[in-house]
């Protein structure tokens, strides 16, 4: 079990710490701000640390850092805090189900992160910084490249390629073998059956209000059980 400081106080931290307790795979020792935002001294029980010379306190040799932070700037963030945690010196670690860890065929890279419940295909690559969430199914020999968000629901099938620095949204769809260029936008229920170039936007209209109100409705369509 390695001795883990994860950069971030927020409720992607929370997600995560709890994530990581469940599996049992790390023991988080410390959070980690930067001193802009260093406003407590205490988060989940476990010292909160400035990311300022971080290292004098916590030696690279004997931790390795988490960064569980969000998609800012589809996930430019993230891919900052990663970057200066190497700088520092540090490995970074990545959180993942013990099934998944134990996968012959399934490759993660540096500070992914997999929900318990999200289902990895064999020969599925992950390369660095992917974030993949509950319900979430990424299809056999898929590879998501660095940097990406993959949000509760979505479906991507076998074959598919996704660029770096996507997000794609919950409940979204991903034909097979699609190619998705780096920086796209997938939104809610979005259905993608053909390959992409970068920095494309693909996004569903809202749902319309039907014109009755709730008791109009329920009234009209007898919408009970007795």
Same mark, same amino acid.
């Given at each position: 079990m390695s001795e883990l400081i994860v950069f971030g106080t927020g409720m992607i931290s929370e997600v995560i710490t709890s994530e990581i307790e469940q599996n049992g795979t790390h023991e988080i020792v410390a959070y980690a701000v930067d001193d802009l935002y260093?406003?407590?001294?205490?988060?989940?029980?476990?010292?909160?640390?400035?990311?300022? /010379?971080?290292?004098?306190?916590?030696?690279?040799?004997?931790?390795?850092?988490?960064?569980?932070?969000?998609?800012? /700037?589809?996930?430019?963030?993230?891919?900052?805090?990663?970057h200066e945690a190497k700088q520092k010196g540090y490995l970074l670690e990545s959180c993942v189900p013990n099934k998944i860890n134990d996968s012959k065929t399934i490759k993660i890279g540096e500070n992914c992160f997999v929900m318990n419940d999200a289902l990895l295909h064999p020969y599925v690559v992950l390369e660095s910084n992917v974030f993949v969430w509950s319900g979430a199914i990424v299809g056999h020999h898929s590879l998501v490249r660095s940097n990406c968000w993959l949000t509760s629901g979505c479906q991507i099938a076998g074959g598919?390629?996704? /660029?770096?620095?996507?997000? *794609?949204?919950? /409940?979204?769809?991903?034909?097979?073998?699609?190619?998705?260029?780096?920086?796209?936008? *997938?939104?809610?229920?979005?259905?993608?059956?053909?390959?992409?170039?970068?920095?494309?936007?693909?996004?569903?209209k809202d749902s319309e209000r039907y014109r009755l109100d709730t008791n109009q409705f329920m009234q009209l369509t007898k919408f009970d059980l007795r």
């Open positions: 260093e406003n407590k001294q205490r988060f989940l029980g476990k010292p909160v640390i400035s990311w300022k /010379g971080i290292e004098q306190k916590y030696s690279p040799n004997e931790y390795r850092v988490f960064v569980a932070v969000g998609y800012q /700037g589809l996930n430019e963030l993230r891919a900052k805090k990663c598919v390629k996704i /660029g770096e620095s996507c997000f *794609i949204a919950n /409940g979204a769809v991903i034909g097979n073998k699609i190619e998705i260029g780096a920086k796209c936008f *997938i939104g809610a229920n979005a259905l993608v059956t053909k390959s992409t170039e970068s920095n494309g936007v693909f996004i569903t």
